[in-house]
């Protein structure tokens, strides 16, 4: 069993490990309130052609095939660094108990990553600017969701 700084330092090393295999500077590690492993990730973006190949999210991914649940109640996250925004989604859709993370979108910035440019977008609304988004009202709009509420063994999440 592990403790939380270990945790946080096992994170950073497995995003050294990456650099020095040719990938991106980022690793995750998901552990229980003990301190116990059940997942670890590393960023493939460039290694997959994947842009959601991030760290959190294959430790995610991991995690929930280790669990076989998409709720991961009970765990915490540790992050090389400051989850970005569509990370923190993942964590926030998975029900992870907690993020802890070591670097700041500062410092990934300054190593050349758009974290702190792509959170700045969401705080001031300016994503749209950045990929036009328009709303189409479609007359079928909202028939998934009916579909969905028909549906008796639907399971909600």
Known sequence: MLKPNELLQRSVDLACANVAEGG???????ADGE???VAEGRNGVTRCNDPTAHAEITAIRAACQTRGDFRLHGLLLYSSCEPCPMCMAAAWWSRL???IFASTRQQAAAGGFDDDRLWRAFETGATSREIPIRHVNLPTAGAEFEHWLATADRQSY
């Open 35 to 37: 301190g116990r492993i």
């Open 24 to 30: 991106g500077p980022f690793g995750a590690v998901i």
């Open 97 to 99: 108990d907690g993020v």
